[in-house]
Every structure is written in structure tokens, then in C-alpha cells.
């Protein structure tokens, strides 16, 4: 069992930015960031698969992904916020590695974090 706690959400201001923080209890091989907006379907964010980072296609010029194996963590770096990136932000560890085909099926992860609250004020 793999506990996997979100930190680093907040209040921003369009053209911000923030860094979310994802800690694993234990190692944990792919690890996912998925988000869901208000009256809107949980949608995939980026997700690191056994080759290295995927992203959704919307966000690769304005997030990135890196990990600390020593810390069993990984961050997401937000930059240049939008209002439409006001979601809930939840972390996701799966118990092997993913390809990159894999790493944007959220059925794939085991294990979640509670999310943490994103919210961008224009």
C-alpha cells in the first residue's frame, strides 16, 4: 500500500505560478497528476511513464513535471495560470511502470491523494 499526500495549492493570480508537491509513502514507480474543475470530468495533466514525462497537449508549454527519488516526491510546476486551471489537483502512484500510452488512463493508478485546491483569480 502506497500513501501518496498532495501539498502546495492555493489562491493565485492569473499569470502566476505554483508548485504542487506530491510525497509517496514508499517508492512508487509511475507517478500521475490529474485534475478536476467544477461540474467537470477528472482530466490527465502529465503522468511519467518508464521513457519519462507525457503531458496533455494543452499544458506541456506551461507545466512541467520532475521527481526526487530520495524524497519519494514529485512536483508539478505551474507557470502562466489561467482561470481554466482552477481545478483539484490529485496525485496518483502506480504500483509498476506504465508506458507512455499508459500514463493518461487514470485506471492504471492505484493509489490517491485527497487533492489538493487550485484556484486562479483574474
Known amino acids: 500500500q502506497v500513501q501518496v499526500v498532495e501539498s502546495g495549492g492555493g489562491l493565485v493570480q492569473t499569470g502566476g505560478s505554483l508548485r504542487l508537491s506530491c510525497r509517496t509513502s514508499?517508492?512508487?514507480?509511475?507517478v500521475g497528476w490529474f485534475r478536476q474543475a467544477p461540474g467537470r470530468v477528472r482530466e490527465f495533466v502529465v503522468g511519467?511513464?518508464?521513457?519519462?514525462?507525457n503531458y496533455a497537449a494543452s499544458l506541456k508549454d506551461r507545466f512541467t513535471i520532475d521527481r526526487d527519488f530520495a524524497k519519494n516526491t514529485v512536483y508539478l510546476h505551474m507557470q502562466n495560470l489561467k482561470a481554466e486551471d482552477t481545478a483539484i489537483y490529485y496525485c496518483?502512484?502506480?504500483?509498476?511502470?506504465?508506458?507512455?500510452?499508459?500514463?493518461?488512463?487514470?485506471?492504471?493508478?492505484?493509489?490517491w491523494g485527497p487533492g489538493t485546491q487550485v484556484t486562479v483569480s483574474s
Open positions: 511519467i511513464s518508464w521513457t519519462g514525462p
Open positions: 496518483a502512484a502506480a504500483p509498476r511502470w506504465l508506458r507512455q500510452t499508459e500514463v493518461n488512463d487514470e485506471g492504471k493508478f492505484a493509489y
Open positions: 514508499g517508492r512508487a514507480s509511475s
